[in-house]
């Protein structure tokens, strides 16, 4: 279970927001994508799978260049775990107020999780940007369509639209042990 709480923190609740409009969603978009200064709020659901157990769960994440907040959900709503990352390094609370903490986000998935898994990697993936990646091909669009690093094979299974700049929608991702499984249902401004 730690394994699917290490992943589900990275990469969880139901709210009804407005409709965003295509201007706002262009926005949206760019802020993703900013080389500089990436920011971005999704909200999605997520399945987890080892070789001795399995899990879903929803997530909601805010990023920005010098702070993530993430949470994941139960299928009811409970919180099951909150991860913050902010200048003093990456806190992870789980559902029985249990905290660990760590440097960066690699450090807490090896400490918390006795895994290598490129968590600092996520915030890139999500937005369909290689990060530290190698890019192993693309779409006919140019976007990427898979890429690797250190043992993880994460492929762009569909994008939004079928737009160049278009976000990704649902991503999968595997080590050959361990896979893993991002649906991204909405997209918003982040606040």
């Not at 390094?89 to 290598?116: I, K, P, S």
Request: with cysteine.
């Amino acid at each position: 279970m730690a394994l699917v709480a290490a992943c589900a923190a990275t990469l969880s609740a139901c709210a009804t927001r407005p409709p965003v409009s295509l201007d706002e969603h262009g926005l949206i978009r760019s802020m993703a994508r900013d080389e500089r200064a990436a920011a971005f709020s999704l909200s999605g659901r997520f399945v987890v799978k080892g070789p001795d157990q399995s899990a879903s769960a929803s997530l909601d994440w805010q990023h920005a260049q010098d702070r993530d907040e993430l949470q994941i959900n139960g299928p009811l709503g409970k919180v099951l775990a909150q991860l913050t990352r902010d200048a003093s390094g990456v806190r992870l609370v789980d559902d029985g107020q249990r905290v660990t903490r760590a440097a960066t986000l690699d450090e807490l998935a090896r400490a918390a999780f006795g895994a290598d898994i490129p968590l600092t990697g996520a915030a890139y993936w999500v937005t369909g940007r290689p990060g530290g990646a190698s890019v192993t091909s693309r779409d006919g669009t140019g976007r990427i369509a898979a890429l690797t690093e250190r043992g993880w094979r994460v492929e762009f299974v569909r994008y939004e639209d079928d737009s160049a700049d278009a976000l990704p929608r649902l991503i999968e991702a595997s080590d050959g042990e361990h896979s893993f499984r991002l649906l991204i249902d909405e997209w918003s401004p982040v606040k």
